[in-house]
């Protein structure tokens, strides 16, 4: 690992005027599980490290009907998973964080964390992406908000600005019922071939998918077609054919782009019919 | 390079030392306190031969930085003896000869003492949950997991 400075601000306030200070020379370190790799694969080379974890203002997971969920970005996926009103409002988000890396890692990764790194395949990130989530970000000029389909611009970019800070996520309140997919190698651990999230509100489905696009992806058209549909076999076939027209999936060494079509069908199939 | 100075606890003992910022915990426990029982395997948080119990919680010190330390409850394997006396899970992985060449048990045991604690009845499948974090080379598992179910029978759900 190559040397740096490691600053631990105790305020938002304090962090952004490091911020404002070292900008593009910092690097915003949370859980941790993705930027010490890197660090240590010298794939970044930060000359400060902003150590976020002694903010408490960026602690917690709150939740009423009305304002619905805000996850803060020091919440971890153990906090998150294990949280009582995640669970109960929102299940298939606490799903998706309880299948983040393994026990040692959710004991440290943030959700937040896992949204800035913005890779295709964050494994909690479908569900932001079904719920419309807002990232509240706060910078010099102040507050300001961003939804999650516009925040993530491409395979580890984002909108926010180098003197920006993300302080949490919200999530509206929306009755529905949701599945939470992840396909991979094995259970735990592992990077996802195909990660997806798929929500009934209503009689309209909310589809939302990652690794099968440079970001996680909403499948409108598919959702379009769906809306008001009964679900059955003929249905299905038919969304299927629209799936395969929203998602651009490429090959690696994870798995090969056919492969990836195909679970995405299998996962689509799934959901729906558990769905009813 | 600033160094940072760290204060906290290891294995009940409170520590105060001055850590380099790109250190890991890993590195510091080992080479600076000369704790060796936490190994490097991956170093990116895969195998888990690292896992130490950080304020009750298993984590990766290979992903953790020197400097977060501080204010912190550190267990180490080397932490879980009392006199000399092994704990009913370091004598379990004895006893089902858990182990082969011995790499990962210092991690598996600090991830089974972890969770035990926040589980005290859990089934195979969540034991299994729960250390799959752990990788090991030799045994295949099946030994491992019985070690843990051992316990857990013999705590009687305490």
């Known amino acids: 690992m190559r040397e740096f400075e490691y600053v631990a601000p105790k305020t938002v306030k304090e962090a952004l005027n490091l911020l404002a200070t070292y900008k ?22 930060p000359e400060f490290i902003i150590d976020i974890k002694h903010i408490d203002e960026l602690n917690g997971i ?3 009907k009305k304002e619905g969920l805000f996850v803060g970005a020091n919440a971890t996926m153990h ?15 606490a799903d998706a964080c309880g299948h983040v890396g393994s026990k040692q890692v959710r004991n440290k990764a943030t959700s937040v964390g896992n949204l800035c790194t913005a890779s295709p395949l964050g494994d909690s990130l479908t569900p932001m992406y079904c719920l419309d989530a807002t990232v509240v ?29 993300v302080l949490g996520v919200k999530f509206p309140y929306v009755e529905c019922k949701g599945i939470y997919t992840k396909n991979a190698r094995r ?10 999230t798929i929500l009934k509100v209503g009689d309209e489905y909310r589809i939302a998918y990652g690794s099968v696009a440079p970001t996680p992806i909403r499948l409108v058209k598919t959702e ?9 076999d003929k249905v299905i076939e038919e969304a299927k054919k629209i799936l395969t027209t929203e998602i651009s999936p490429i090959s690696d060494l994870r798995a090969t782009k056919e492969y990836r079509v ?3 069908q299998s996962i689509l199939e799934n959901s729906l019919k558990a769905l009813g | 390079m600033k160094k940072i100075n760290v204060k906290f606890t290891l294995n009940g003992e409170l520590i105060e030392l001055e850590v380099q910022p790109n250190h890991t915990a890993l590195r510091v426990i080992r080479e600076q306190l000369d704790l060796t029982g936490a190994k490097e395997g991956c170093g990116a948080g895969e195998c888990g031969a690292c896992t130490i119990i950080v304020d009750g919680l298993a984590v990766n010190s290979c992903l953790m930085l020197a400097p977060e330390l501080d204010g912190k409850n550190v267990l180490t394997v080397e932490g879980l003896a009392k006199g000399g006396k092994l704990t009913d899970i370091q004598q379990a992985f004895i006893d089902h000869v858990a182990l082969q060449c011995g790499y990962c048990t210092p991690g598996f045991i600090m991830s089974t003492t972890a969770f035990l604690e926040e589980n005290k009845k859990p089934t195979r499948e969540e034991i299994e949950v729960a250390l799959a974090g752990n990788l090991c080379r030799c045994t295949g598992y099946k030994r491992i997991i019985e070690a843990v179910e051992d316990v857990v029978n013999k705590r009687g759900g305490k």
């Open chain 1, 62 to 64: 709150k939740f009423d």
């Open chain 1, 137 to 165: 970000i706060e910078g010099p000029k102040g507050k300001r908000e961003a939804p999650v389909r516009e925040f993530i611009t491409f395979v580890r970019k984002t909108v926010l600005e180098r003197d920006e800070l």
């Open chain 1, 79 to 93: 906090e998150i998973q294990n949280d009582k009103n995640v669970k109960e409002f929102y299940p298939f988000y």
């Open chain 1, 187 to 196: 259970h735990e651990v592992d990077l996802s071939n195909i990660v997806a």
């Open chain 1, 24 to 45: 593009e020379k910092a690097t915003i370190l949370a859980g941790g599980t993705d930027v010490v790799v890197r660090l240590r694969d010298e794939i970044i080379d």
């Open chain 1, 224 to 232: 379009e077609f769906l809306k008001g549909k009964k679900i059955d």
């Open chain 1, 262 to 264: 195909s679970v995405s």
